[in-house]
């Protein structure tokens, strides 16, 4: 972070003194204007609803340019990191800033393999749920739940715990998340192996049962492998910045990825994975899309396109095309190149890239449109999809609040507010109240 010659002066019009703030340029992106100072020299605040043009903190992790379609983990492409690289290894990157050499990648999988199982306790936590709970609630609660394994061994102002606490999060995810799946179906829960790659170990604690051998397909596991490099990290979104909010109370890392899946739950932010193929399910065919396209048009309707929009994006989001082409992959290596969703998918990708509703809008198929396609074929149920994203998102939230506390400057997030209540006024009893 550099500081610009360029300085920001506000100027009022009732002749209050204006105020000089300083800017600060960073390696690429927009010029940002440190307003700390606002208050205490002028009484007032910013006003910014969903933080559109606020920056919350300064991060090296992660670059996006909406206009561009560009994103960047620890400054390679998306692109790059998708087709050179395992999860593993991007896990690497974003915790280290550096790709692992062959010894470092040896390790840290090693590592992270070491780590997969959880307490034998931590089952009991499912029976308290119903067999028909959302796996995302499921999650919330028994990652939460991780934060009473380690609350009392986790030092967070240690670098050593944070990165023991990294490790036993991005190992444990993929349990969890298949003791989900197990716990819905009423099938036994499988223990992950140390002889299989994380991807390969996942699918295998999803879908083997002990009455088979269960053999791993190689296309789907590395097409497991890629949605999760796709979801591991995009800056400061609403759950990250959960995350970074709950960890700056000093809570420990347990608990803040517990309120960064809950966050990711919402159908406007990784729910929208679900909400997407839900959706293609509701529209059914493709004659019916003109009648869908109307309602979302129609502002009355509330109804979206899911899987389109984004709050940074303005051109497509580079995952998209990403997850498209490992659609192709997947339905080709399935047989299902004729998948009707997928037809679907194309078709209704098609329609609204051409209508102008959406064009103007600045309205492109985000990462959620196709990943719940791939994940379908995978044999993913819908409603598991926002979990993997969680396991796949738990290297960038991790490696965010670790940034965080171990940022000097860094302090409890509290932010203010316009009050538009009511004025002081006196408490009538109850029996002069009438
Ligand atoms: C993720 O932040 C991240 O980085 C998130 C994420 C990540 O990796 O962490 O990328 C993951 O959350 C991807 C987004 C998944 N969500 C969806 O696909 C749900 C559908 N999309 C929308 O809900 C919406 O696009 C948002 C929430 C994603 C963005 O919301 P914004 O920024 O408020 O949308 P906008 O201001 O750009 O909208 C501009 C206009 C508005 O209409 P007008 O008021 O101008 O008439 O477009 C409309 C919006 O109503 N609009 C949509 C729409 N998205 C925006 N209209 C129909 N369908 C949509 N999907």
Redesign the pocket.
């Known amino acids: 972070m550099t500081n610009s010659e360029t300085k920001a002066t506000l100027s009022f019009s009732d002749g209050t003194p204006s105020v000089d703030f300083p800017i600060y340029k960073g390696t690429v992106g927009p010029d940002v204007i440190d307003i700390r100072k606002l208050y205490a020299g002028t009484g007032k605040f910013t006003y910014d609803p969903?933080f559109?043009s606020t920056a919350a903190c300064n991060s090296t992790i992660t670059y996006?340019d909406g206009d561009k379609g560009e994103l960047l983990y620890r400054g390679y492409p998306i692109e790059q990191l998708a087709v050179n690289c395992d999860f593993l290894e991007t896990c690497y990157l974003l915790l280290n800033g550096e790709l692992p050499d062959t010894t470092q990648n040896k390790k840290f999988s090693d590592t992270v393999t070491k780590h997969t199982m959880v307490h034998e306790q931590m089952q009991f936590f499912f029976r308290g749920f119903r067999r028909d709970a959302h796996p995302m609630a499921v999650l919330v609660g028994t990652v939460g739940a991780l934060s009473s394994f380690y609350h009392d061994s986790l030092d967070i102002t240690d670098p050593h715990h944070r990165e023991v606490s990294a490790i036993r999060l991005i190992a444990k995810l993929p349990t969890l998340v298949a003791m989900a799946y197990k716990y819905n179906v009423g099938q036994p829960f499988v223990y992950p192996r140390n002889d299989l790659s994380y991807s390969a170990n996942f699918m295998r604690m999803m879908f083997s049962t002990p009455c088979e051998e269960y053999k791993s397909n190689d296309v789907l596991v590395r097409a497991l492998d890629r949605i999760l490099i796709l979801?591991a990290?995009?800056?400061?979104?609403?759950?990250?910045s959960t995350v970074r909010l709950a960890g700056s109370s000093g809570a420990n890392p347990f608990a803040c990825i517990a309120a960064g899946i809950a966050c990711?739950w919402g159908?406007?932010?990784?729910?929208?994975?679900e909400?997407?193929l839900n959706m293609l399910k509701e529209i059914g065919t493709v004659d019916k899309i003109p009648e869908f396209i109307k309602q979302?048009?129609d502002?009355n309707s509330g109804?979206?396109?899911?899987?389109?929009?984004?709050?940074?994006?303005?051109n497509f989001?580079p995952?998209a095309k990403l997850m498209r082409e490992t659609c192709y992959e997947v339905l080709e290596e399935l047989g299902l190149q004729d998948d009707p969703l997928f037809k679907l998918a194309m078709a209704l990708e098609k329609i609204a890239l051409e209508d102008e509703?959406?064009v103007s809008?600045?309205?492109y198929p985000?990462?959620?449109?196709y990943s719940g396609i791939v994940q379908s074929a995978l044999g993913i149920p819908v409603s598991l999809f926002t979990g993997i994203?969680a396991m796949a998102?738990t290297v960038g939230w991790i490696a965010q609040w670790n940034e965080m506390i171990s940022d000097p400057e860094q302090k409890i997030g509290r932010p203010r507010q316009l009050y538009i209540g009511s004025p002081s006024r006196n408490v009538k009893p109850l029996a002069e109240r009438g």
């Open positions: 969903g559109m996006i979801h990290d995009h800056e400061q979104n609403a759950s990250t990711l159908p406007a932010h990784g729910g929208a994975n909400a997407a979302v048009k502002k109804v979206k396109l899911m899987g389109f929009g984004h709050r940074v994006y303005k989001d995952r509703y959406f809008r600045k309205l985000n990462v959620d449109f994203f998102r």
